[in-house]
């Protein structure tokens, strides 16, 4: 089974426009093959934001709802902004029904990009910070760190075979 769902908060003075149209996606897409259930709800406390939810058989319920018309091939002039998540599923849907419109991220996926940008830098400024650290340690004591033991050079018996016929080779 496929879950999925989309939240919509439309431009004031279009809540009977966006009504109108997520009821008539839902009404389509109950006629389609796969489809368990879909629903719109439109929240109490603030009459822009709508929630459509829909759950599909298969992945080949799911190819045939994102071909119906009013999924991607509808085109929505009235819209001017589209919050989405980071798939490209979303990012296509919106692009081919309102290209006119600014895509952005949501609440959610801006905070875990920005989670994500600050733990790169972060961890970029803590490796420079601690390579800054050891090479005081190195210039301080001017020997290897503790946690770096010097060691040897290890050789497999062919190679020293082979060096010790050189130099054989080189004395005789």
Not at 28 to 39: D, F, I, M, N, Y
Not at 78 to 89: A, C, F, H, P, T
Not at 139 to 156: F, L, M, N
């Amino acid at each position: 089974m496929i879950v999925f769902n989309a939240t919509f908060l439309v431009t004031p003075g279009q809540e009977k426009h966006a009504e109108k149209i997520l009821l008539a996606h839902v009404e389509e897409a109950k006629e389609e093959p796969g489809v368990l259930a879909t629903r719109v709800y439109h929240s109490r406390s603030e009459p822009r934001r709508f929630f459509i939810y829909h759950e599909l058989s298969d992945p080949a319920a799911f190819e045939a709802h994102r071909a119906n018309r009013l999924y991607g091939g509808a085109s929505h002039p009235e819209i001017r902004l589209v919050s989405r998540d980071r798939g490209g599923d979303s990012a296509s849907a919106a692009a081919t029904s309102a290209p006119q419109a600014v895509q952005c991220a949501d609440r959610f996926h801006l905070l875990k990009n920005l989670g994500e940008a600050l733990e790169g830098l972060l961890a970029h400024h803590l490796a420079k910070e601690r390579t800054r650290q050891v090479q005081a340690q190195m210039a301080e004591k001017s020997q290897i760190p503790v946690w770096q033991p010097k060691r040897a050079p290890r050789y497999g018996p062919k190679l020293q075979q082979l060096q010790q016929a050189r130099r054989e080779e080189q004395l005789a």
